[in-house]
């Protein structure tokens, strides 16, 4: 099922019945799902056979980084499988985001590729420890910048920087926001965060959202409570 909704609902288990036991409270209508590596390591393709089965469009959220090669590889893997969607880190440089835009092209692929810029969990002191001395906003913009211009789709960023990314890399280039949280919800270990109303306004084009859906005693009430805050703006 095809869906234009912003809203993607990350299904962070350890197992398959686990995931797929809330992708069944859930709706494609209403959203698209993300599987992440613990999920994917443990399940494998099943999962994304069973979440395509079930009308879900499908975030693989792997972030490969390794040489150009392996990775335009295993971006065409998971374009094969379907998916909607696949990131890899924009920090393994030009020559391997653009080995994977190309090995897409060769194949006539449509998946959407995007890039991860700085997680969200990070912050400028977790910067400074690898070395990386620029303030963290400007790293996300050299970043997402090398993306665009290596031809990705868009990036994984924090809502704070969507408005310069927007200004920067134009509306068309997608900006997937993690750490969303509605005002019902806590932060968690997410350090940057906003609400899905906030995120929108700044400029994000899709909202990652898990533990306010999934751990609520209704995951379609609390969908559908977002969704009518995205559409008070």
Not at 31 to 50: I, M
Request: glycine share 6%.
């Amino acid at each position: 099922m095809v869906t234009d909704s912003p809203i993607i609902i990350a299904l962070d288990y350890p197992s398959l019945d686990a995931a797929l036991c809330m992708a069944d409270q859930l709706d494609p209508a209403h959203c698209r799902v993300k599987v992440g590596k613990e999920l994917f390591t443990r399940s494998g393709p099943a999962v994304l056979e069973a979440l395509h089965g079930r009308g879900f469009e499908v975030f693989l959220d792997l972030k490969f980084h390794d040489i150009p090669n392996t990775v335009a590889s295993a971006v065409q893997a998971a374009a094969e499988q379907g998916v909607w969607m696949v990131n890899i880190h924009a920090s393994g440089g030009r020559r391997m985001m653009e080995a994977a835009v190309q090995r897409l092209d060769q194949h006539d692929l449509t998946t959407h590729l995007i890039a991860v810029t700085v997680l969200t969990s990070m912050q400028t002191d977790d910067l400074v420890d690898v070395g990386i001395t620029e303030p963290l906003a400007t790293h996300v913009e050299r970043l997402a910048l090398l993306a665009k211009q290596s031809g990705l789709h868009g990036v994984v960023c924090s809502a704070q920087e969507s408005a310069q990314l927007k200004a920067l890399c134009g509306e068309s280039f997608l900006k997937v926001t993690p750490g969303i949280r509605p005002s019902f919800a806590a932060a968690n270990d997410q350090q940057r965060v906003m609400s899905p109303s906030e995120a929108i306004e700044a400029g994000s084009s899709h909202l990652v959202i898990g533990r306010p859906v999934t751990q609520a005693d209704d995951p379609m009430v609390a969908l559908k409570a977002i969704e009518a805050e995205l559409a008070q703006r």
